[in-house]
């Protein structure tokens, strides 16, 4: 066994993996690899919270699986599942659904921000139950998150610790490893709001899979601010945004980048801007190509990754029916 901490996180197959899903989580997922104990899910059955074409979303788990293979995680070094295909995360997510209050739950910020919104339906009030499954199943040490998700983690501790305490001390109490925002990465037409796989506006995101000439149209037509000052400055957040991409996808700090562009016009910074991240994302893009086309090869490694996953996810379930009664 592994005395390294042991992380878990995961992405829903819905909507197309963007640069900010890639510089927010995937691109610290692959550095976390070398460090930690890595299991890393493709999140299906979260998907599911709202409607989904059943052929689009079985491409769209395939379509994951690969962008992560290409963006740099490592079936030899982390567990690579989907997360439907381990049963054990429903069996769990239905006890803790017995331990949980209602109340817990209505008090979630992100399930009241999408009650307003939608004719929400009991899998999004329930969500944050299932990833409390998904994370004490493989008696997680450290989740990766970002802010908003860290409501949920706590949740995840409070029923891990109401568990132990009720019954025997069963599951790791996991702790939130909050991730870097120094690259937050801001919608391309709005920068006040998060680059998001679920905005409305394609416009505002530049996805992983995009060709050279949405690429370059996307941030041709990025929103600026007035005048032509290529600087970083609360009151210019759509060239600040703008500026914070270059610095990702070039390694150059944003005042070497200010200093370069000294005296030019925003036209042309968004030109070469573009030149940039095409050519960032090209390696990237040529990778899942292969990756993807070569179904058999993918296939193999989910199905390696899940029966690991569920060698361990089956011990915990084990313990867990004997401490209440049900072996």
């Known amino acids: 066994m592994s005395d390294r901490k042991r992380v878990f996180s995961g992405i829903q197959p819905s909507g197309n993996l963007h640069l900010g899903n890639y510089i927010g989580a995937i691109s610290q997922w692959v550095k976390m690899q070398d460090q930690y104990e890595c299991f890393f899910c493709i999140v299906d059955l979260h998907a599911i919270t709202v409607p989904q074409d059943p052929q689009k979303l079985l491409a769209k788990i395939r379509e994951l699986a690969a962008l992560y293979l290409a963006s740099g995680l490592d079936p030899e070094k982390s567990t690579i599942f989907v997360q439907s295909h381990n049963p054990d995360h429903a069996s769990l997510t239905w006890i803790l659904d017995c331990l949980a ?6 008090r979630m910020t992100q399930y009241k921000a999408k009650a307003d919104q939608t004719n929400a339906n009991v899998g999004l009030f329930n969500y944050p139950i299932l990833m409390a499954a998904d994370i004490l199943l493989y008696q997680t040490d450290l989740v990766p998150v970002g802010q908003d998700q860290k409501q949920h983690v706590e949740l995840v501790r409070d029923l891990a610790q109401k568990f132990n305490s009720h019954f025997s001390p069963i599951f790791k109490v996991p702790r939130p490893k909050m991730l870097s925002v120094g690259a937050k990465i801001m919608s391309l037409q709005d920068p006040s709001q998060k680059m998001s796989k679920s905005s409305l506006d394609k416009k505002g995101t530049i996805d992983l ?5 949405t690429i370059k149209s996307k941030i041709m037509a990025a929103i600026t601010d007035s005048g032509q000052e290529i600087i970083a400055r609360a009151d210019k957040p759509g060239i600040s945004n703008l500026l914070t991409i270059y610095s990702v996808v070039t390694d150059l700090r944003v005042n070497q980048i200010e200093k370069r562009y000294q005296n030019k016009n925003y036209s042309q910074f968004k030109s070469e801007l573009a030149q940039e991240v095409v050519k960032f994302l090209t390696p990237i893009q040529e990778r899942y190509q292969a990756i ?33 009664g049900l072996q």
């Open 209 to 213: 899979l995009d060709s050279p000439k």
């Open 101 to 106: 209050s209602m109340g817990q739950l209505e």
């Open 292 to 324: 993807y086309q070569d179904r058999e090869k993918l296939a193999k490694i989910l199905a390696k990754g899940g029966r690991k996953a569920q060698k361990i996810s089956q011990k915990t379930l084990n313990r867990v029916y004997q401490e209440i």
